[in-house]
């Protein structure tokens, strides 16, 4: 927990607008900008199927024919959604990697923080990234799942150097980190954020570690 504590004050003091992570400028989102946001967060509170265009226009001050002009369907959105939360996620966790210098053990934190600073302000896109994966079609799908590996070997190849010899257990310690960070829209609220963070940090630090 010592290793984390100067990590989460930082994020605590530097905390972003919710589910603005899809945001080039988070403080003036372009128009489909914000229509990925309302959407993200329409999907997360009732699912993607059970959201129309209508819906997400009005959820920004538009007609819903409105929206065809920067998306030409519903799944159109979707997928240029989970599409950009996949390369945010691949771009930041290699970046925070390559800050963190070449201690494996400095990697993994940098890791870890950033995994929770993205769940805790982001939680409409977390929730939509694991659930509405199955809703797109195959070819997005398929690109989505390949920027998902390759994140996941991100932490796999961090991991390795820690656990050497043992990559199988390494993608898996990988995947139980994810489902443990990933959790937070279940349980947001109950505590602080400071406290929230520093209590996944600490309990992905000892699921990646043990």
Request: hydrophobic share 45%; with cysteine; proline share 4%.
């Amino acid at each position: 927990m010592v290793h984390f504590s100067a990590t989460m004050r930082r994020m605590s003091s530097t905390r972003s607008e919710r589910d603005a992570a899809l945001h080039a400028d988070a403080a003036r989102p372009s128009r489909r900008e914000q229509i990925l946001r309302a959407a993200a967060q329409l999907f997360a509170e009732r699912g993607s199927r059970a959201v129309g265009v209508d819906d997400i226009g009005a959820a920004v001050g538009v007609t819903g024919p409105a929206i065809y002009r920067h998306f030409a369907s519903k799944d159109a959105i979707l997928a240029e959604m989970l599409v950009r939360i996949s390369e945010r996620l691949l771009d930041g966790g290699t970046a925070r990697v390559a800050e963190a210098g070449d201690d494996p053990a400095a990697q993994l934190r940098a890791l870890i923080a950033f995994q929770v600073e993205f769940a805790l302000d982001n939680p409409a896109l977390i929730t939509v990234q694991d659930r509405d994966l199955g809703s797109l079609p195959g070819t997005d799908a398929a690109q989505v799942r390949r920027l998902q590996r390759r994140y996941v070997e991100v932490w796999v190849t961090v991991l390795a150097r820690l656990h050497p010899g043992d990559t199988a257990t390494c993608r898996t310690r990988a995947h139980a980190v994810f489902g443990l960070i990933n959790s937070t829209p279940h349980s947001a609220g109950r505590l602080s954020r400071p406290a929230t963070a520093s209590l996944l940090a600490g309990m992905a630090w000892a699921a990646a570690t043990s």
